[in-house]
Nanobody
């Protein structure tokens, strides 16, 4: 079964950091663009960040620019989202998704494989 799996969520205080990881099962993530998305309660799923298959192109939502960093290690087939200076408004379920393209383009309705999500809660 082809799927992606996220890990690394948790409960943290405002100003803290977390690193999310995304790995693939059944296919090689290295050939895919990968995006991170999030969905807060009562809100639509939104794009957070995207990285091209080789890592040369990255994009970020305005709300996370300067705080989040997406990266990938194609030797072990993992994509990371380093989240610093977390705010309560970052609380959401975070999803990883892969798209069968090389470029760094991750429209939410064009992704091919989705994970089940990992919960990030930022609260004091």
């Amino acid at each position: 079964q082809l799927q992606v799996v996220e890990s690394g969520g948790g409960l943290v205080q405002p100003g803290s950091s977390l690193r999310l990881s995304c790995a693939a099962s059944g296919f090689t993530l290295a050939y895919y663009a990968v995006g991170w998305f999030r969905q807060a309660p009562g809100k639509e799923r939104e794009g957070v960040s995207c990285i091209s298959s080789r890592g040369g192109t990255t994009t970020y939502a305005e709300a996370v620019k300067g705080r989040f960093t997406i990266s990938r290690d194609n030797t072990n087939g993992t994509v990371y989202l380093q989240m610093n200076d977390l705010k309560p408004e970052d609380t959401a379920v975070y999803f990883c998704a892969a798209r069968d393209v090389r470029i760094g383009s991750c429209p939410v309705d064009r992704m091919d494989y989705w994970g089940k999500g990992t919960l990030v809660t930022v609260s004091s």
